[in-house]
Nanobody, 120 residues
Framework: QVQLAESGGGLVQAGGSLRLSCTIS????????TGWFRQAPGKEREFVAA?????YYTDSVKGRFIISRDNAKNTVYLQMNSLKPEDTAVYYC????????????????WGQGTQVTVSS
């Protein structure tokens, strides 16, 4: 059974940093995109970043967030720097993505989410 476990969320002041982790158990998906999405209250879930043989970012986080992967630990990380209040959301890890890496429906497995709150 595939399980994704996110950790690392919390409360941080604007300009601060957090690192999210997503550990995947039950199967390895290094050949497929693994992504991070986020969902703010009252909004749709949106793409943040993904990693496969390369990395992808939504424009609003480019230069601030870094996605990386440790295949030995089957873990994907999202280093978030220069955080802004608009980054506040529940962040979800998603695995076994398809070609359209930015689309929610392209991913087969999801974590339970971790809350990130950025205060101004």
């Amino acid at each position: 059974q595939v399980q994704l476990a996110e950790s690392g969320g919390g409360l941080v002041q604007a300009g601060g940093s957090l690192r999210l982790s997503c550990t995947i158990s039950g199967r390895t998906f290094s050949m497929y995109p693994t992504g991070w999405f986020r969902q703010a209250p009252g909004k749709e879930r949106e793409f943040v970043a993904a990693i496969s043989w390369t990395t992808y970012y939504t424009d609003s986080v480019k230069g601030r967030f870094i996605i990386s992967r440790d295949n030995a630990k089957n873990t994907v990380y999202l280093q978030m720097n220069s955080l802004k209040p608009e980054d506040t959301a529940v962040y979800y890890c998603a695995a076994q993505g398809g070609l359209v890496y930015y689309r929610v429906t392209s991913y087969n497995y999801w974590g339970q989410g971790t809350q990130v709150t950025v205060s101004s």
